[in-house]
């Protein structure tokens, strides 16, 4: 197999988790890469450079920096959005790019499904119940029909990479998958397992609407207030996308009324001020922008980054391309 000449480029804190010493070793089986991390672009830096390997904190690869790289083919990304650092002159050059988006979409997905399950029990309610005393063990015959998994309704909104691996991983349990994305095909929605629905349907009919749409132009506060007071009484809003697409005083309102829950593990801004209704809502939990990869997650990303190489190095092509012609519906 062709070993191609590589460098890695990213800020010194992403180069210290992700490109730990058996990711390293792994890297150096698949391509040769130069010595050290690139955390700026200088001189001859890139002059050798077939693949790089970028992280967070890439700087950007302007026409002026690829005129420094002349044997550059490929960029391989090791997180997820490559709009950070990936120009209008890496594909003017044809320079191929991927992205381990995929391999990051897994733990976010896996968040959701834990939330969503989490929610079904009210446990974080019940929880705070039992240790004020409220609530007691052994008296699950009392428990409302309202708690419980089994038949609920999960709305998943947009059919991104995390919201095709929710439907996945949904699958097994006895819920009823609805699925709103204007670029989804009814027949494609179907074949996902879920339900092809309106927005407004989405909202009406779920017991727990997850938010997976990119940060967009068109996307910002797509969640509206209208939309959330359409909620079910007591249904839940999970967001791990951005926080930007979501209303956040509208749906502060309704949680302080108790009409309905939210999983937040995203805000605008992040982190959110102490003085935002939403953290006096005991029906809101919000998290420190944790589902994605993170601690050993990033040895994922690594093991993605290599396996990409060594696709691309066959001759086979990326597994995980990005297109340009897609990357206005990316985040």
Known sequence: MNRPRAAFAMSREAAEAVLRPEALAAFTRVCDPVPGVLHEFTGESLAEVEVLVTGWGCPELTEQVLATAPRLRAVVHTAGTVRGHVTQAVWDKGIEVSSAAAANALPVAEYTVAMILLSGKKVLERARAYRAGVEQS?????????????????????????????????????????????????????????????????????DVVSVHTPLLPAT?????????????HDATLINTARGAVVDQDALAEAALAGRVRAVLDVTDPEPLPGTHPLWRSENVLISPHLAGSQGNEWGRLAEHAVAEIARWSSGAGFAHPVRRERLDRLA
């Open 220 to 232: 910002v506060g797509l969640v509206s207030r209208e939309l959330i007071d359409s909620m079910r």
């Open 138 to 206: 052994g008296q699950w015959l009392d428990t409302p029909q309202a708690v419980g998994n089994y038949g609920r309704t999960v709305g998943i909104l947009s059919a991104s990479l995390i919201g095709r691996r929710m439907l996945e991983l949904l699958r097994p349990y006895d819920f009823r998958l609805l699925l709103h994305d204007p670029y989804v095909t009814e027949t494609e929605a179907v074949e996902l397992g879920a339900e092809p629905v309106g927005l407004a349907e989405l909202f009406a009919r779920a």
